[in-house]
Nanobody
């Protein structure tokens, strides 16, 4: 029900835009989040956006990443700028009913993940 895309290989300082297409749910009723997991690490919160487009970011990405959503298209996006090697991870989009959360366990649906590799 959540299909991410847009990952790939990028050099340090470059940009990527991740997309996540939602289907089978009333998208506008859901808060959307992006998480990431680097090899050997736990899944960590990146950003979330509420149904009314209130946003929140992890400290590590604030000022570099921008989350947005298009409720008419059932899409959520993550624009990633000024990428660093430590941003290398598999990125997941997730959806939850109701209020936003930074806790992965509170999300109801998950996409399969898309790999972002930042090379130096």
């Amino acid at each position: 029900q959540l299909q991410p895309s847009g990952g790939g290989l990028v050099q340090v300082g470059g940009s990527l835009r991740l997309s996540c297409a939602a289907s089978g749910v009333t998208f506008s009723n859901y808060a959307m989040g992006w998480f990431r997991q680097a090899p050997g690490n736990e899944r960590e919160f990146v950003s979330h956006i509420s149904w009314d487009r209130t946003t929140y970011y992890a400290h590590s990405v604030k000022g570099r990443f921008t989350i947005s959503r298009d409720n008419a298209k059932n899409m959520v996006y993550l624009q990633m700028n000024s990428l660093k090697p430590e941003d290398t991870a598999v990125y997941y989009c997730a959806a939850k009913r109701g209020l936003t959360s930074t806790r992965a366990a509170s999300y109801d649906y998950w996409g399969q993940g898309t790999l972002v590799t930042v090379s130096s």
